[in-house]
């Protein structure tokens, strides 16, 4: 069974960091594609970044670029998505998902509709 377990979730300063790390089970990382995605209240779902593990690939949100870093541990089964920089608005429900066929992105947008999803963690910035 596929898992995605997410921490490192919390509560802090604007211009604050944060590390979440998002635990794989059930799979290994080979083909796949693992991405990370966030849910503001009252907003859509949308991609933050995404790593391919068959090349390394990786890509971000323009919103993010330069602040965020997306990096695994494939011997733990794990990537991670550090957070500089942040700001109010960077607070949301962050979820990791994957996607066994390593789909990253579909026509330049991170592709959002990936198999399997964690249960969020929450990443409140404040002013």
């Known amino acids: 069974e596929v898992q995605l377990v997410e921490s490192g979730g919390g509560l802090v300063q604007a211009g604050g960091s944060l590390r979440l790390s998002c635990v794989a089970s059930?799979?290994?990382?080979?083909?796949?594609?693992i991405g990370w995605f966030r849910q503001a209240p009252g907003k859509e779902r949308e991609g933050v970044s995404c790593?391919?593990?068959?090349?390394?690939?990786?890509y971000y949100a323009d919103s993010v670029k330069g602040r965020f870093t997306i990096s695994s541990d494939n011997a733990k089964n794990t990537v991670y998505l550090q957070m500089n920089s942040l700001n109010p608005e960077d607070t949301a429900v962050y979820y990791c998902a994957a996607d066994p066929v390593g789909v990253c992105r579909i026509s330049g947008t991170l592709y959002t509709g990936m198999d399997y999803w964690g249960k969020g963690t929450l990443v409140t910035v404040s002013s």
């Open positions: 059930g799979f290994t990382f080979d083909d796949y594609a």
């Open positions: 790593i391919f593990f068959l090349d390394g690939s990786t």
